[in-house]
């Protein structure tokens, strides 16, 4: 059953944009209504597109519905991808309706190129129905243009575009704004709505957290040389199971040359302390998302482990990251940065000096 609908002003398709089961691609193609359910906005900004910059089927006859072919939809999605990136909408068109002569019949663009499935009647008039959930956008507020381009991405699905995004603000902003300024207010966004919405936007916030971790990931291996000193341990406590600030951890100490080593999601404490043991690291950092998973006698455990030999024992210190930590229950040496910004650069600290 389809109940993504549109918001108060994100109405649903008009008389003469009618969603009803689609003939043949080639032939006929889809109205107004399945495109912009397809793509991710409201039939209103596909119209709007259409009146004010000339972003319309370019076959149309008098007297019939609206009808986007291949090459049509192509041009729309290649303006979703422009604005989402922050491009002002005229600048945007006028790039994407130059593109159009370039989309054959073989074009393989993505989702938006695909015939969906006919949509029963009753479904089509639950798309068409108001919700409590309102608009299919993400409310990110008041962001940078590349977080509010991420969230847009996320709900259309579109892989390739989310990549991009989080590519180019990783390279240019740096890990750490990166996920403060983009990745996490998109994410955060995603859970209210999923929250608010129920089943209706896991899809969104997985493919989201799938693309944000494997960026991450991809940014914390993609340097080879590091510092010549002892790497810092990355672990989550036995029941936690949220690891992208773990993540964003480590590529941020990738970015700065410092060693790390990561263990992630729901360490048994026995695990995270042989491999204090085995490894010696100038610190430890692990993570709780929730204050069910706080486990404050690991952090005692681990801060008073120590090893080598007689004379000269060494120990870690110990960051507590994250919401789940109750500061005044913290061991003394324990530190419980406020940020994950703080915490990169006490970690870094740490190990350097």
């Known amino acids: 059953m389809v109940t993504t609908t549109p918001g108060r ?102 989702p938006a190129l695909r015939r969906p499935d006919p949509l029963p009647r009753d479904e089509v008039q639950a798309v068409r129905r108001p919700t409590a959930g309102g608009s299919r956008a993400l409310g990110v507020g008041t962001v ?24 180019e603000a990783v390279a240019t902003l740096g890990v750490i704004d990166a996920w403060t300024e983009v990745m996490m207010p998109a994410l955060r966004a995603a859970g209210r709505k999923w929250a608010a919405d129920g089943e209706q936007y896991v899809e969104v916030e997985h493919l989201l957290s799938w693309h944000v971790s494997t960026v991450l990931r991809g940014a914390a291996v993609a340097t080879a040389a590091t510092r010549p000193v002892s790497p810092v341990l990355l672990a989550a406590t036995p029941t936690e199971l949220h690891t ?14 410092v060693p790390f080593r990561m263990l992630g999601a729901a360490v048994p404490p026995r695990a995270l302390l042989d491999a204090v043991q085995r490894l010696g690291p100038a610190a430890v950092m692990i993570w709780s998302q929730d204050r069910r998973s706080a486990e404050h006698e690991l952090v005692r455990r681990v801060s008073a482990s120590v090893w080598g030999p007689r004379g000269s024992r060494g120990g870690a210190v110990v960051v507590a990251a994250g919401p789940g930590w109750a500061r005044s229950r913290l061991p003394i040496g324990a530190v419980c940065p406020r940020t994950l910004a703080d915490a990169v650069d006490f970690l870094e600290q740490t190990v350097t000096n």
Do not use: F
């Open 244 to 257: 992208l600030p773990l993540e964003a951890t480590s590529a941020a100490l990738a970015e700065r040359g």
């Open 144 to 167: 940078r243009p590349e977080c509010r381009g991420l969230a847009r991405a996320a709900v259309r699905l579109d892989a390739p575009q989310i990549v991009a995004i989080l590519r």
């Open 9 to 110: 002003d994100d109405a649903g398709p008009s008389d003469g944009d009618s969603v009803g089961a689609p003939g043949p691609a080639d032939d006929v193609g889809l109205p107004t209504g399945a495109v912009a359910q397809q793509l991710g906005v409201s039939p209103t900004t596909v119209r709007s597109w259409e009146r004010r910059y000339g972003i319309g089927p370019a076959n149309r006859e008098a007297g019939h519905h609206r009808r986007w072919a291949r090459q049509d939809i192509a041009v729309l999605e290649a303006m979703c991808r422009l604005t989402a990136r922050g491009v002002p909408p005229g600048e945007a068109a006028r790039a994407a309706l130059a593109g159009r002569g370039s989309v054959t019949e073989n074009h393989t663009a993505g």
